[in-house]
């Protein structure tokens, strides 16, 4: 089917993109606001029991732990990137020039069964980031925002990838052919780049036997947690709430994203249409914007975890929130939305940028390895994590959705997805100067 709009139309039109290629993501919510109706099925309960056993592994917790503190050399001048791998219990660090103090006492600090390794790489992370960023900006602006679906950095991070719509042998473009955009991407971006066409994904397949969400997550009330239905006053679902957070002024917000609505001052309500608060900030170059919520205390340090239907009894029903991390590279994170409920995957790629509205925005992607649904309508927003030992550590927000599959059961007509597309929380949080509520 070919692919026939974009996240920029998406918020344009109100509506999930129709036709959404694998690579770019279609903003996981039913609409701009409170004229559209979206709703998700569930993850399967073996899903949600499997990625429990997981997170229960130690060794998979000792993996994370050292990934997140890997990750905490990003600001470094040289860092390129953090890779996991968990059956080896292997973290690489990948690194443009000589491995720094830090990386070897890394090496040196790491538990006993981790290993810790330090790559070479060509580019830096924020070398890439620029050179996506001009790939993207240029591509848009010069033909338009269907060219270019996303780009990413090649494992070894000698340079980037591009994905086009399109098969093979087939021009991505009526005015390029392959091997000029190529050259054109390569002009645009100052690095080298392969470029890999996309096929569109298959088309939407609203599943039967339709539910209601999970009653807190619709009815959620102050304190406030992430992962919980925002709605139209009907209670029509089409975004969800993301992480508490506190600002550097002391206040008390959620975090969604900015596609869900129009400016700031507008009236947002749950999942049963009572006023959650109003939008006090926004973001639009990271896709994010900021709930001031009603009553008192305002937030909660917690999320909404299990299948969109947990209640209270369920093992993973809510999470506290521990800390805040970067993603790595073949990560297991796990997903919040209040629509489809948790949905647990593994990172493909970090420093990806894709086009969100008007804007590149980057952030990273994540799949399960039978490509399964991930997200869906009325997901934007939520809260994506790792979690260790019980506690959520923040990795994103999801922003949205690419590569359609069928939904199975859902709380209203909608879209599903088997890639979903997260914001890091960490630039979120260096954007306010704020914390998270933990």
């Known amino acids: 089917m070919r692919r026939n709009s974009t996240v920029r139309r998406v918020v344009a039109l109100g509506a999930m993109a129709l036709g959404a290629a694998l690579a770019v993501p279609a903003a996981a919510t039913g609409g701009t606001g409170p004229a559209s109706e979206v709703g998700m099925g569930s993850a399967s309960p073996a899903v949600v029991e499997a990625a429990a056993a997981t997170d229960a592994d130690p060794v998979r ?3 994370d732990q050292v990934a997140g503190t890997a990750t905490e050399l990003a600001r470094m001048p040289g860092y390129a990137g953090v890779a996991v791998d968990y059956p080896t219990a292997t973290v690489t660090l990948s690194w443009k020039g000589p491995t720094p103090t830090a990386a070897l006492r890394l090496q040196g600090a790491a538990p006993r069964g981790v290993t810790v390794t330090v790559r070479r790489a060509a580019f830096s992370e924020a070398e890439l980031r620029a050179a996506s960023t001009r790939l993207l900006d240029g591509a848009r602006a010069e033909h338009g925002p269907d060219v270019v679906l996303a780009a990413y950095p090649t494992p070894d991070h000698s340079g980037l990838v591009a994905e086009v719509a399109g098969s093979p042998g087939v021009a991505p473009h009526q005015d390029l052919t392959r091997q000029d955009l190529t050259r054109y991407l390569e002009r645009a971006a100052q690095v080298p780049v392969r470029v890999t066409p996309v096929p569109d994904g298959a088309g939407p397949d609203v599943g039967s036997g339709v539910e209601s969400t999970a009653a807190d997550r619709r009815d959620d009330r102050a304190p406030w947690h992430g992962g919980g239905a925002i709605a139209t006053a009907d209670g029509s679902d089409y975004c969800t709430t993301g ?37 006090a900030a926004r973001a639009p170059q990271l896709d994010a914007q900021l709930i001031d919520p009603v009553g008192s205390p305002k937030t909660a340090p917690s999320v909404f975890g299990g299948p969109w239907d947990a209640d209270r009894d369920h093992p993973r029903y809510r999470y506290p929130v521990a800390g805040v991390q970067l993603p790595a590279v073949g990560q297991h994170i796990c997903s919040s939305g209040a629509v489809t409920g948790e949905h647990c995957a593994t990172i493909r790629a970090t420093n990806l940028a894709w086009t969100c509205g008007d804007e590149t925005c980057h952030g990273f992607r994540a799949s399960r390895d039978d490509g399964g649904v991930v997200v869906g309508g009325g997901d934007s927003g939520g809260p994506m994590y790792v979690v260790i030992d019980g506690k959520a550590y923040a990795r994103g927000m999801i922003d949205g959705g690419s590569d359609r599959r069928s939904c199975g059961s859902t709380s209203l007509p909608t879209q599903c997805f088997s890639y979903v597309y997260g914001i890091p929380m960490v630039d979120i949080l260096e954007h306010w100067d704020a914390r998270l509520d933990m």
């Not at 900015?258 to 009572?274: F, I, K, L, P, T």
């Open 243 to 279: 992480f508490a957070i506190v600002t550097g002024e002391g206040a008390r917000r959620l975090v969604t994203a900015a596609h869900c609505n129009a400016r700031v001052g507008d009236v947002v309500r749950d999942g049963a249409g009572q006023r959650l608060g109003t939008v």
């Open 61 to 63: 917790s000792a993996v």
